[in-house]
């Protein structure tokens, strides 16, 4: 069973400052992806990685993908309140089962005004 | 495009009663799925499908069954209801990489 560890669990911190949150496993996933969810709501895919050491840039929010595909990181900068939600990794199986996703915990962000 | 919608939003079940959770997807997508979100616990995968008429079990599987008559359309049915089974159940489609999902279905067991 592939696992995958987010972390910190919970992060609030003051609008306009920056941070990062991690996911990682002792597995190699073919793809890693990111979304948010909002309370009462059905996560949204934020972006997908497939490459090792791949980065991707979305406004404010940077994804990177390990060189080895085994850990992301999202990186956010001059937090809003607008990005208060739930974060959840999800990786794809490797050995081409993409159609698999194992999702880590998530960290559940509050940017507070 | 409605994309994926998820009926009933909220229900409210005693111990042993049955009931079907619907979930239906427009974007004619092959690969459908049914999560269970505890607090704290993530997403974890109830049964998935590849294709109409093909289904299989995920992590989580057992006081569960699913059909997949349709491209469309992917009830998931518990039976006996338990108290264990009160949690936020998302279905979602899929083209075999990206999933979208639906709104939710919280269900409470008492």
């Known amino acids: 069973t592939q696992l995958l560890e987010q972390s910190p669990q919970f992060l609030s911190i003051q609008e306009g400052e920056n941070l990062t949150v991690y996911c990682n496993s002792s597995s190699v996933f073919s793809s890693l992806q990111w979304y948010r969810q909002e309370p009462g709501e059905g996560p949204v895919l934020l972006v997908t990685v497939v490459t090792g050491g791949e980065v991707k840039k979305l406004k404010r929010l940077t994804f990177q993908f390990g060189d080895a595909r085994k850990d992301s990181s999202l990186h956010i900068t001059a937090a809003q309140p607008g990005d208060t939600g739930l974060y959840l990794c999800?990786?794809?199986?490797?050995?081409?089962?993409?159609?698999?996703?194992?999702f880590g915990k998530g960290t559940l962000l509050t940017v507070n005004p | 495009n409605a994309g994926v919608t998820q009926t009933p939003k909220f229900r409210i079940l005693k111990i042993g009663q049955s009931m079907t959770l619907q979930c239906a997807q427009d974007m004619n997508h092959n690969y459908m799925y049914w999560y269970r979100q505890d607090p704290g616990m993530g997403l974890k995968l109830i049964y998935y499908s590849v294709g109409a008429g093909i289904t299989d079990k995920g992590e989580v599987p057992n006081g569960y069954n699913v059909s997949r008559s349709t491209t469309e359309d992917f009830p998931l049915r518990l039976e006996l209801a338990a108290p264990s089974q009160t949690s936020v159940y998302f279905c979602?489609?899929?083209?075999?990489?990206?999933?979208?999902f639906g709104p939710g279905t919280r269900l409470t067991v008492t």
């Open positions: 979602a489609s899929s083209t075999g990489y990206e999933q979208y």
């Open positions: 999800a990786g794809g199986e490797s050995g081409g089962s993409n159609y698999k996703l194992t």
